[in-house]
Nanobody, 117 residues
């Protein structure tokens, strides 16, 4: 079992910044990738960014240059620094931990990010 606790969401004006954190506990040694997805009202959950234990990153073009994902393996924590936020970034952001071999996904409860125009 892996438990994920997210923090750092909130309300910000367009152009502002937020930093999300996600701390993992439990069977952390089985985790290969950690990262973030988001889901806006009426839309499917979509990838924001994921990072492997050795630092490889995958993220869509929509966030490149604005969002930065990082990972502190010693603290079992992944961060998402979000800059130049846009109203279309408004969503619930979910932390995910993906296990090696099984590829099983653990999800956090989500944190709301709201960007006002």
């Amino acid at each position: 079992q892996v438990r994920l606790v997210e923090s750092g969401g909130g309300l910000v004006q367009a152009g502002g910044s937020l930093r999300l954190s996600c701390a993992a506990s439990g069977n952390i040694f089985s985790i290969n990738r950690m990262g973030w997805y988001r889901q806006a009202p009426g839309k499917q959950r979509e990838l924001v960014a994921v990072i492997t234990t050795d630092g490889r990153i995958n993220c869509p073009d929509s966030v490149k240059g604005r969002f930065t994902i990082s990972r502190d393996n010693a603290a079992n924590t992944v961060y998402l620094q979000m800059n130049s936020l846009k109203p279309e970034d408004t969503a619930v952001y979910y932390c995910v931990a993906v296990l090696a071999y099984s590829e099983y996904n653990y999800w956090g409860l989500g944190t709301q990010v709201t960007v006002s125009s």
